[in-house]
């Protein structure tokens, strides 16, 4: 696994072994940045972050921060790693518990994501998206992007109390990608 663009481009990224964690694979990642488009500047927040992949894929690409959601202890050494060995330790943040009680923690910071990655284990989907939905309206900016991978097979994930207003999903393989654009604002014109 690897770092696919941006200023680490081509650096190796360690994956954690044996804790249930899928990695993201590089296909999948190159093909979701694309449709993400570009990160400079951006706040993301990684939920589900296994090996971190996703969240530092974006700060290689020039987002300012990445939040790292994971409670696996073998996972959550595995981010630490690859965040000091690329240097991002300054830009990148992991926050070592469940999804759950993250989000309440980083709904009294003042930060809002751009750019939210959910990556849950497939026996989660879809059900997982409609949970996290609720928790994650309050930290998201305006108009965020969110980024839901999930089994290929099976229902499409939906995103309760996250008003869409563009959606595009994309198959590879046994993954599905869906890429929602959120506006959390007021009205939807």
């Keep these: 696994m690897r770092?696919?663009?941006?200023?680490?481009?081509?650096?190796?990224?360690?994956?954690?072994?044996?804790?249930?964690?899928?990695?993201?694979?590089?296909?999948?990642?190159?093909?979701?940045?694309?449709?993400?488009?570009?990160?400079?500047?951006?706040?993301?927040?990684?939920?589900?972050?296994?090996?971190?992949?996703?969240?530092?894929?974006?700060?290689?690409?020039?987002?300012?921060?990445?939040?790292?959601?994971?409670?696996?202890?073998?996972a959550i050494e595995c981010i630490r790693h690859n965040l000091a060995t690329l240097g991002f330790e300054r830009?990148?943040?992991?926050?070592?518990?469940?999804?759950?009680?993250?989000?309440?923690?980083?709904?009294?910071?003042?930060?809002?994501f751009d750019i939210c990655v959910i990556d849950p284990p497939y026996a989660l989907f879809p059900g997982i998206?409609?949970?996290?939905?609720?928790g994650l309206a309050p930290i998201l900016s305006e108009y965020a992007t969110v980024m839901l991978e999930g089994p290929a097979q099976g229902p499409v994930p939906t995103l309760d109390g996250v008003r869409v207003t563009e959606r595009t999903d994309r198959t590879y393989g046994s993954t599905r990608v869906s890429i929602l654009r959120a506006y959390t604002q007021g009205e939807v014109e």
């Design 129 to 134: 998206s409609d949970e996290i939905g609720p």
């Design 3 to 74: 770092v696919i663009a941006g200023t680490h481009r081509g650096r190796r990224l360690r994956a954690p072994r044996g804790t249930g964690t899928r990695p993201t694979s590089d296909r999948v990642r190159e093909a979701a940045f694309s449709i993400l488009g570009d990160c400079t500047g951006a706040c993301v927040v990684d939920i589900f972050a296994g090996s971190g992949a996703m969240g530092i894929e974006a700060l290689s690409r020039g987002a300012a921060l990445a939040v790292f959601i994971e409670r696996d202890a073998e």
């Design 91 to 112: 830009s990148g943040r992991v926050v070592p518990r469940d999804w759950s009680a993250a989000l309440a923690g980083l709904r009294s910071s003042d930060t809002r």
